[in-house]
Every structure is written in C-alpha cells, then in structure tokens.
C-alpha cells in the first residue's frame, strides 16, 4: 500500500500531564465547533440543574451522582465533537468528571474551556491572517500589481 503524507497541521498538547489531544488550531472548523459547544454545555449544565432540582427522598443523592455521570458523558461526547477522531475526552482527562468542582472552585468544564479558548483563538486568527494575505496578493495580482513575498525585502 502507498502512503501519503503531508502536513494537516495536527498539533499534540498534553492535558494535566495525563492525556493527548489532538487537533489542528488553526482549523476554522475547530474553531466554529468550539464555539457552538459553549452553548451545548452550558444547556447540558441548565437541564442538570432542572433535573436535580425535581430529585427528592432518600435515594437523592445516588440519583444526582447518576444525573452527573450522564450529564459528564454527554459534555464528553460534545468535546470529542469538537476536537475530531481520535480523541476520546474520557481517557484524556484520566476519567474525571467534568462537572467536579476543582481546587481553585470552578468546575473541570469551566477550567478545561478556559485553558483550550487561547489556544483557538490564535489558531484562528493566524487562519485568518493567512486568508487575508492571500486575498491581498490575488487582488494585487489581478490589477496587475507587483507581489512582494512576505519577510522579503522587497527588492
């Protein structure tokens, strides 16, 4: 069989020292997924609270821990989403629930996003500053204008 290889721009970070996960920051679709998952957690953490707040009896507590491990499962499922094949969120992040509360009191979700967001957020803009550059050079092209390479001196 052939091979073909080339360069995806599939980047590895290391989460907590535990799991890998892979992706190309510069992916305009990443970015896009990454940006409608914020509003799928945080209605995955509205209907939680719903949810338990309708819990009552003595099995109470089984069943919020039950209502947390579905709703963590869901808000992986969203992640894995996001970020493409191979990356399972689960085995990334050794297990924890998303929804655990972390020592500096904010929820695994909160800080996971939070650490992930610029990360995105350059690989987007360097996206975009690509696009706009090859515009540039298109347009300059079609008037008939001289190019001159990026990092080149002009001469």
């Not at 491990?69 to 992040?93: C, P, T, Y």
Request: overall charge negative; charged content about 30%.
């Amino acid at each position: 069989m052939k091979n073909i290889q080339f360069d995806s721009g599939i980047e590895e970070f290391r989460i907590n020292g535990t799991g890998v996960l892979r992706f190309n920051p510069g992916d305009p679709n990443v970015y896009a997924r990454f940006l409608e998952a914020a509003e799928k957690i945080q209605s995955l953490e509205k209907d939680l609270i719903l949810q338990a707040q309708k819990i009552s009896g003595e099995d109470s507590g089984e069943q919020t821990v039950k209502l947390m491990a579905e709703a963590d499962r869901q808000m992986k499922e969203v992640l894995d989403w996001v970020f493409g094949n191979g990356n399972s969120f689960h085995k990334i992040l050794g297990g924890v629930n998303l929804l655990a509360v972390a020592v500096n009191g904010e929820r695994v979700i909160t800080n996971l996003l939070y650490a992930l967001q610029p990360v995105l957020v350059a690989g987007a803009q360097a996206c975009a500053k690509e696009k706009t550059e090859e515009a540039v050079k298109k347009a300059k092209a079609r008037r008939g204008e001289e190019t001159i390479e990026p990092g080149s001196d002009g001469k």
